[in-house]
């Protein structure tokens, strides 16, 4: 009998792109697998549920009906400023899942756990490795630390086998236009021929991922990574904003103007953080396979839907 594999947040940015993933490398052929989200799209290649992920008792019922092997959480939140949410969904849930199975010994043989590269925040040594102490700069990196706390928690009293990733930036198509990144490529696809786009700082530096390199990343640390650890996801390298684009705009073709708006321009702003990726390249024998600008145009070009 197949192995069960539960994904929660399966609608969101890294789930779609985790059910390509599923499918492009055949691993149902392995593993059954479940999503579960608030809503959810018909996919031929996973079962899916809607549930509010926020409840605890859907949680359990989820649980307790599915008693999975592996457990992935994808849920998570960036977009609030209120810390009370940012809590219940960043910490909250992850929470719930172990005290549930904690409580009701679903025998779950690994958990995967999705922290932050915010987590670090503000940090004196380049490149950030997994044992520098966090300094989180802003209340979404706090809430991730605490997730971390509570993942340990778990893993040290209850001795469930949880391992925790730290993504830095992520690139694909999709993503929030939220972040900065998005929202160029949403700016610049608006733009016929001629116009401007609105920016922040263009010279803070950060190390980004195609999120086909880091589902690569958390697929292998699921089985490969060391319970109780923390694993960057990271390309390991760091490019400035103008780059990006300058990449962006010269993909485009179009003759598009640079205007900064102090607006964007916050007091708080690390200028460089790129994260050491020695230790997955180690232990579960991966590497980076795609370029920045082959990311960069591939959002540009499918207008990041």
């Keep these: 009998m197949k192995e069960k594999v539960l994904i929660l ?3 969101g940015f890294t789930g779609r792109h985790f059910v390509e ?6 691993l149902t052929e392995e593993y059954d697998f479940f999503g579960a989200d608030s809503c959810v799209s018909e996919n031929p290649k996973i079962q899916l549920k809607v549930l509010d992920l926020t409840e605890f008792d859907n949680i359990r019922s989820l649980l307790i009906e599915l008693k999975p092997e592996y457990i992935i959480n994808l849920i998570g939140t960036f977009t609030s400023s209120n810390f009370t949410q940012l809590i219940k969904i960043n910490v909250g ?3 719930n899942i172990l005290s549930i199975c904690a409580l009701e010994n679903i025998p779950v043989k690994r958990f995967l756990l999705l922290g932050s590269a915010a987590e670090y925040g503000l940090s004196k040594t380049l490149p950030i490795d997994e044992n520098q102490k966090t300094a989180p700069v802003t209340l979404y990196g706090l809430s991730k630390v605490l997730q ?3 993942a340990d928690y778990f893993f040290r009293n209850n001795k469930l086998n949880i391992i925790m990733v730290r993504p830095f930036n992520l690139l694909g198509v999709g993503i929030s236009n939220a972040l900065s990144i998005g929202s160029f490529v949403e700016q610049i696809n608006k733009i016929d021929k001629k116009g401007s786009i609105s920016v922040g700082n263009t010279f803070t530096k950060r190390d980004f991922l195609d999120i086909a390199d880091a589902i690569d990343a958390y697929w292998k640390i699921l089985f490969n990574g060391k319970a109780g650890e923390i694993y960057n996801v990271c390309a390991g390298q760091s490019y400035s904003i103008s780059e990006i684009l300058s990449i962006l705009i010269k993909g485009s073709g179009k003759d598009i103007d640079i205007i900064v708006n102090e607006k964007f321009i916050h007091n708080n ?9 020695s230790k997955i390249k180690a232990q579960i024998n991966w590497k980076v396979t795609e370029p920045l600008e082959n990311s960069l145009l591939k959002m540009l070009n499918n207008g990041n839907n």
């Design 21 to 26: 993933y599923i499918s492009k490398n055949n």
């Design 148 to 150: 971390n706390h509570t």
């Design 9 to 11: 947040g399966v609608s």
């Design 269 to 277: 702003d690390i200028l460089d953080s790129f994260g050491d990726n």
């Design 93 to 95: 849930i992850t929470e």
